[in-house]
Nanobody, 124 residues
């Protein structure tokens, strides 16, 4: 069974940090770009970051640029999203997906696999 599993979400105060992980099982992510998306209550899904299959290229949405960092560990078949200086408006369910990287786009497209999501709540 091919799946992506997110972890690392939780409750954090404004200004705090979290690191999300996206681990693949049943397949290798080596040939996929991997991206992070989020969906806040009552809002549509937002693509916030994408990392190329090699890890050499990354893109970010303006809303998270300078605060979030995406990275990948090929050996661990895992992609991370380091989130710093979190704000209440970052509250959302965060999903990872394996797809295609496009220069100039903040999100991966043509995603073949999706995770189930992990809740991030930023509140004092």
């Amino acid at each position: 069974q091919f799946e992506l599993v997110e972890s690392g979400g939780g409750l954090v105060q404004p200004g705090g940090s979290l690191r999300l992980s996206c681990a693949a099982s049943g397949f290798t992510m080596d040939y996929y770009a991997v991206g992070w998306f989020r969906q806040a209550p009552g809002k549509g899904r937002e693509g916030i970051s994408c990392i190329s299959s090699s890890g050499g290229s990354t893109n970010y949405a303006a809303s998270v640029k300078g605060r979030f960092t995406i990275s990948r560990d090929i050996d661990k078949n895992t992609v991370y999203l380091q989130m710093n200086n979190l704000r209440p408006e970052d509250t959302a369910v965060y999903y990872c997906a394996a797809g295609v990287f496009h220069s100039g786009s903040s999100y991966c497209s043509d995603n073949d696999y999706w995770g189930q999501g992990t809740q991030v709540t930023v509140s004092s």
